[in-house]
């Protein structure tokens, strides 16, 4: 009998851990097949750690690689050195990694190096603008010059890669993982509407969520959106807004100068996923800069108002959903 197959897999962030935990799962059930090691570097502590348990993932190695204002330049440094003690130590058949993170690149590099195949969960996709997002679209074309193998979400997302120049039989066009965990999240949390419009918004005919963080909206940008959000929050003061807002101090500064203390606008703490979730599938519309936000939302049919000048994700608006 064969040995199995040892696949090490990256997670960085909660995004990665979400789209990454229906992988884990089919590998897993195949323990014939393959043996499964789970490598975090906690890129995102404290939202990683939420996904790790909602997904019952145990990572193998634990780097905690995250500390207060770390530069990406210092993120790089750490991924590669901590990943590559695991890698040349127990030389896995090939390290998975999931799409466009400093983890996602960082490790590519650290297996490269090595000699380790890499196969790369969400490839292809592509904005065509290296300062958007940034530096996601740096990390994403990079990793797919590393990658052995290219699971990408889309036909247009292949279509790309062969674009690019990537053998077309290296490249397997899977469906977006984030899909099969949505769903099955959903499920499992039943119908019931989210209980936090009802204690936000019980009367509200219409809510509006609301995610801005990326790192390319930082300062102007991150200031005319909250602009634009405080004019829609007075145009429709029946309209209750829910703003998730990230830990990170240049976020946070922007957006309670420009939001607090509007009685239909509520400035939240980051919300565990299932409260997510609920809220993704229960509101009348979502604003958002997140790339993963424009995936997840038509999931459930809710419409999408991207808040970047280009998308890497243009799927959905090729659909009429954002």
Known sequence: MPEALHVAITIGTRPEAIKMAPVIKALAAQPEAFRVSVLSTGQHREMLSQAFSLFSIVPDVDLHLMMPGQSLAALTQGTIAGLTEFLSGHRPDMLLVQGDTTTVFAA?????????????????????????PFPEEANRRLTSILATLHFAPT??????????????GRIVVT??????????????LGSARSPLLEQLAPDAAQTVLITSHR?????????????????????????????????????????FATLADRANVHLLAPLDYNTFVLLLRDVTLILTDSGGVQEEAPTFRTPVLVLRRVTERPEASCLGMA
């Open 108 to 132: 590519s590099l650290a297996a490269f190096y090595l000699g380790i195949n890499v196969g790369h969960v969400e490839a292809g996709l592509r904005s065509h603008d290296m300062a958007n």
């Open 155 to 168: 036909a247009r997302a292949r279509a790309d890669l062969v674009r690019e120049g990537h053998d077309p």
């Open 175 to 188: 469906g977006n993982t984030v899909v099969d965990a949505l769903v099955g999240l959903s499920d499992s």
């Open 215 to 255: 790192r390319e909206s930082w300062g102007e940008a991150l200031g005319d959106i909250c602009a634009a959000v405080a004019d829609l929050a007075e145009a429709f003061p029946d309209v209750v807004f829910l703003y998730p807002v990230h830990r990170n101090p240049r976020v946070r500064e922007v957006v």
